[in-house]
């Protein structure tokens, strides 16, 4: 069995939860509040400043030139969903330069990005590639499973671009080569190892949900 499908036993425990979180419903019928989603695209876009530097850390790891043009890789597609989504949804809400400039992650967001990195730093190249991963997988699923679903979220002219930055065939490529990279690395890692890998991802899965509750609060839960 591949670590992924290992991996996917334990999202399938925690993504469903995303599906009915009021934020992604409400993106979703187009009812959630814009100063919601203003919260969110200027934590989101904290968070992922921090995310991309997470592939960084790991880079110094890597022992070949194949290995570190794909982590460059992915490092470069985590910029670019932020100059195809954050950026433009920014620029339409009006958020400034300063705003960006002083705004602080929440500190449960914080605790997110640190355990990342802290996992990733102690790790080596799998580790820190599976810390990233729900990341970058939860949002495939969420945007598919919501279009099925919704079949107008894609038309909401507040949230549309949002679910099409995510169900777009680059975040798709992206996300399936962070997955076969994964496959890759763990074929003959041992059930102790897995074991390690399946928790890490399961706290990711946890720390994204509570991600959603952030912002849905606007940071006052
Ligand atoms: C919190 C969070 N999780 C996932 C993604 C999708 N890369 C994101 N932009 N933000």
Not at 5 to 32: N, S
Not at 64 to 73: N, V, Y
Request: charged share 25%; proline share 3%.
């Amino acid at each position: 069995m591949k670590l992924s499908e290992r991996i996917y036993e334990h999202a399938e425990k925690i993504w469903p939860r995303y599906l009915c979180h009021p934020f992604v419903t409400q993106m979703a019928d187009g009812t959630l509040p814009q100063e919601k989603f203003r919260y969110y695209m200027l934590q989101d876009y904290l968070y992922l400043r921090d995310y991309v530097k997470i592939f960084a850390a790991i880079i110094p790891k890597a022992d070949d030139f194949e290995q570190i043009r794909f982590l460059s890789g992915e490092l470069a597609g985590t910029i670019d969903e932020t100059f195809r989504t954050h950026i433009p949804y920014m620029k339409r809400l009006g958020i400034t330069e300063e705003e960006i400039r002083s705004a602080h992650a929440h500190i449960d967001i914080s605790a997110y990005t640190h355990y990342m990195i802290c996992e990733a730093q102690m790790g080596d190249v799998l580790t820190g590639l599976v810390t990233l991963l729900n990341c970058s997988w939860s949002y495939a699923y969420i945007a598919e499973q919501m279009v099925k679903r919704y079949p107008n979220a894609l038309q909401n002219e507040n949230y549309g671009s949002w679910f099409a930055g995510y169900v777009s065939e680059e975040y798709r490529k992206t996300n399936q080569a962070l997955i076969d990279r994964i496959d890759t690395l763990a074929v003959s890692i041992d059930e102790k190892e897995t074991q390690k890998l399946c928790e890490i991802f399961e706290k990711c899965c946890l720390f994204d949900l509570r991600f959603w509750d952030v912002v849905y609060t606007m940071g006052e839960s």
